[in-house]
């Protein structure tokens, strides 16, 4: 069986969480976009671990775990993401890691730009300030350097000057920048290049070596800041989606059974764009508090409201998702009335279908009675509350998807199989 996991929202849906408890049975775990904007948490035995580019299956030992063509590497950051998981007991090596020769490189002036971009726009993003985006449209550009590159000492000489020619005077004359020395990139880059070229091969031959085991690809960010079918511009800068594991990964050859969609039991957003059902006061304050809501990469506070169905029809279907797996149902105990977003009313009409200026819509919620009881401790799905199971029978319902799988908790026990 191989599965594709992905966000149904708009990131940090707990998708580390899931990946990690899903990867002890499967031999592969393929990330295929994104970059170190992402924060995958999974906790075990009480240490808390992050990922940022490497996949959340490595906690597993015997998994290999690829970072494919479609992800956008900084190697500064990968190479102290190797360190510091190996010094919390973690064993990395070209073994257990792979690196696509294709994926591109995050420079310097990559994350300058990203700032730059910030500070000058009126329409701000609230990006993560990685050089995400940049080096995606250098990528575009076809002025970008990838890992193959990197490990080439002449090439990488080449292409760096090649780029510093035209971006030290650009950014310098738009943005005021200081200027970029080639010199040193060049001696810093080489540095990591030697460090992570045992890591690095043509991984589409690879993956095709191994297509006989079972896979599983892992989403970072989620559907609605997916470039494409996301809340543009407030999006990054790759498909997020679904379909993008193939185009990611090189690996068409693996046929995938389980489309898997995480999504909170409420939602969150970090950074700026719309967000129709965002809590206005104290209850904001409450989730945030009850569900640790402040981002793995950059802990700026989330912003957190109900459950919106209306946008999650819309993942269900870009994603072709098979089922669910529901996320933080724990974080929901004790409230008294439970909202969710059915559909949605524009300021002038009614919408009947997804509405493409999310900002423009306003939430039709339906209510839910809450539950009193813990739900933490609870391992089988019979045992949860009444009220409880109504809730994740209204969501399966509406959207028309099983929900097999209920986080509960953060650590990786911490999940109810439902059948
Ligand atoms: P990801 O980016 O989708 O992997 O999600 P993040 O790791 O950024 O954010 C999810 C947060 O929720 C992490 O701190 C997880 O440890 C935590 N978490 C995941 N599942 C649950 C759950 O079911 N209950 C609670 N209380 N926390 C959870
Ligand atoms: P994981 O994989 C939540 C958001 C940023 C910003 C927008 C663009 O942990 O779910 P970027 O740096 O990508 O150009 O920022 O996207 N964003 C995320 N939000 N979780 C993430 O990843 C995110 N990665 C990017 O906050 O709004
Ligand atoms: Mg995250």
Known sequence: ??????????GDEGKGKIIDYLSGDVDVVVRFQGGNNAGHTVVLEGKKYVFHIIPSGILRKDKICVIGNGVVID????????????????????????????SHVIMPYHRVMDSFRESKRIQKIGTTKRGIGPCYVDKASRCGIRMIDLINPKVLAFKLKDNLKEKNPL???????????????????????KILKPYCCDTVDYLYEKRKKSFLFEGAQGTFLDVDFGTYPFVTSSNTVAPNCYLGSGAPFIKIDRFIGVTKAYTTRVGEGPFPTEFAGKLGEHIRAVGKEYGATTARPRRCGWLDLAILDRSVKVNNITEIALTKLDVLDGLKEIRYCSSYTGAFKKYSKFPYDLGEARPVYKKV?????????????????????????TIEKTLGVPIKLISVGENRKAVIKKS
Do not use: C
């Not at 069986?1 to 708009?10: D, F, H, K």
């Open 171 to 193: 950014y310098k004359n738009v943005y005021g920048s200081s200027h970029f020395s080639f010199k040193k990139i060049l001696e810093e880059y080489s540095r990591y290049a």
């Open 75 to 102: 190697p500064k950051i990968l190479i102290e993401e190797i360190d510091h998981l190996k010094k919390m007991g973690v064993s990395i090596s070209p073994k257990n890691l792979r690196i696509a020769f294709l």
């Open 1 to 10: 069986m191989n599965s594709a996991v992905v966000g149904l929202q708009w």
């Open 369 to 393: 009675d809450g539950w009193n009881e813990k739900t933490a401790d609870t391992r089988q799905y019979p045992k949860l509350p009444k009220l409880a199971k109504d809730y994740i029978t």
